[in-house]
Nanobody, 122 residues
Framework: QVQLVESGGGLVQAGGSLRLSCAAS????????LAWFRQAPGKERQFVAA????????FYTDSVKGRFTISRDNAKNTVYLQMNSLKPEDTAVYYC???????????????WGQGTQVTVSS
């Protein structure tokens, strides 16, 4: 199993940028699909982006396409989420997750970080 710790959240104005990081430990990191999910107050956890083990394939939910970029550095056991042109509706707790199956469903992911808060002010 993979252990995950997120960092990089904070408060930013609309139109600004943040870079989230997720440091992982565990032997299966390099073979796992990694993803970012987010959960706003009163809402269900939502898929944001995913990247396969090779880093060659990435997937995004429509609302973040063109604004967010997911990447990974297997040598550093870290996955990143670069968030640009942030909007107030991006406000949520962002979670890093690991899976051997991948996909957009949270039930496919068996390791989760504790989450990091992202707040975008208008």
């Amino acid at each position: 199993q993979v252990q995950l710790v997120e960092s990089g959240g904070g408060l930013v104005q609309a139109g600004g940028s943040l870079r989230l990081s997720c440091a992982a430990s565990g032997r299966t990191f390099s073979s796992a699909t990694l993803a970012w999910f987010r959960q706003a107050p009163g809402k269900e956890r939502q898929f944001v982006a995913a990247i396969t083990w090779s880093g060659y394939n990435t997937f995004y939910t429509d609302s973040v396409k063109g604004r967010f970029t997911i990447s990974r550095d297997n040598a550093k056991n870290t996955v990143y989420l670069q968030m640009n042109s942030l909007k107030p509706e991006d406000t949520a707790v962002y979670y890093c997750a690991s899976s051997r199956r991948g996909g957009v469903y949270s039930s496919n992911y068996d390791s989760w970080g504790q989450g990091t808060q992202v707040t975008v002010s208008s």
